[in-house]
């Protein structure tokens, strides 16, 4: 349960003359449910993105468990990189599924594409991720027929597919309606229930109290605030996280 999964340590990262990240530091151990709250423009996704390698970090140190990826902002070979994706998972904010494949065809590319494993291991676990997700019978619908929330639970079953040790969700209910964004809050807290390893970019401050062990509070590319989930939502010590708090408000 103590074995950290991912580490990164100093992270910094701008955009041109814009920094965006600035000496990020944080751990998540297996099992752990880390959810990252924060005003826009905070870095939250960022952080994330360069977390799952889909962008570049400046400097500072990134390892997942005992394969160190980024050290002092220089990255490790191919070999290093490819290793490294098969730990993660990521589900992002509008679905990036295939619209006009179908729904079993988006869960089992990665794994047969990157993974090279065999096409009935890959299609028996892919259906059962469906079941899994309440998508039983969509499995020959296009992407593009289903409604957002269903289109997110199959990416959901599509990040899991790649069989990951920790799952990144950048905002998943941000494109949702309420009662799609409830479908999908049900799939997490059940891969929470099951201790899935999970950093969540969310502004679902009820959600992340209840769901995390632990929440990080960004603003202006810094952490300004972290703690167990119920302490830094309920009593949060820094002024900045208690402005942002009581500007958001805590249900969901």
Same mark, same amino acid.
């Given at each position: ?9 100093? +992270?910094?990262?701008?955009? /041109?003359?814009? !920094?965006? +990240? ?8 297996? /099992? ?5 709250? /924060? ?20 400097? /500072?140190? +990134? ?9 002092? @902002?220089?990255? @490790? ?10 730990? =993660?998972? #990521? &589900?992002?904010? $509008? #679905?990036?599924? =295939? ?14 594409? &990157?993974?090279?494993?065999?096409? $009935? ?6 259906? !059962? ?7 039983? %019978? ?10 957002? @929330? ?8 599509? !990040? ?7 799952? #990144? ?37 009820? =959600?992340?109290?209840? &769901?995390?062990?632990?929440?990080? #509070?960004? !603003?202006? @590319?810094?952490? &300004?605030?972290? %703690? ?18 009581? =500007? ?5």
């Amino acid at each position: 349960m103590n074995e950290e999964l991912l580490k990164i340590r100093d +992270l910094t990262k701008s955009f /041109g003359s814009l !920094a965006v +990240l600035d000496g990020i530091s944080f751990s998540v151990k297996r /099992g752990e449910v880390v959810s990252v709250i /924060g005003p826009s423009g905070s870095g939250k996704t960022t952080l994330l993105r360069c977390a799952a390698l889909l962008e570049r970090m400046d400097d /500072g140190d +990134l390892a997942y468990g005992d394969l160190p990826v980024c050290v002092s @902002g220089v990255y @490790g070979g191919k070999s290093v990189l490819k290793k490294a994706r098969n730990r =993660f998972g #990521f &589900v992002f904010q $509008n #679905f990036n599924l =295939f619209p006009h494949w179908s729904v079993r065809e988006n869960v089992m590319l990665a794994p047969l594409l &990157v993974q090279k494993r065999s096409r $009935n291991e890959v299609e028996k676990e892919g259906l !059962a991720l469906l079941k899994k997700m309440g998508l039983s %019978g969509k499995e020959e619908a296009y992407a593009c027929q289903l409604s957002g @929330g269903q289109q997110q639970r199959v990416a959901i079953a599509r !990040a899991l597919a790649m069989k990951p040790e920790i799952l #990144f969700f950048d905002e998943p209910t941000s494109a949702l309606d309420p009662e799609l964004t409830r479908e999908v809050l049900k799939v997490i807290r059940d891969l929470a229930e099951e201790k899935m390893t999970m950093v969540i970019v969310t502004h679902e401050i009820g =959600f992340a109290r209840n &769901v995390s062990d632990r929440i990080i #509070f960004m !603003a202006e @590319g810094r952490i &300004v605030e972290e %703690g167990p989930a119920s302490s830094l939502v309920d009593h949060p010590q820094n002024e900045r996280t208690k402005e942002f708090l009581s =500007f958001i408000g805590t249900k969901g």
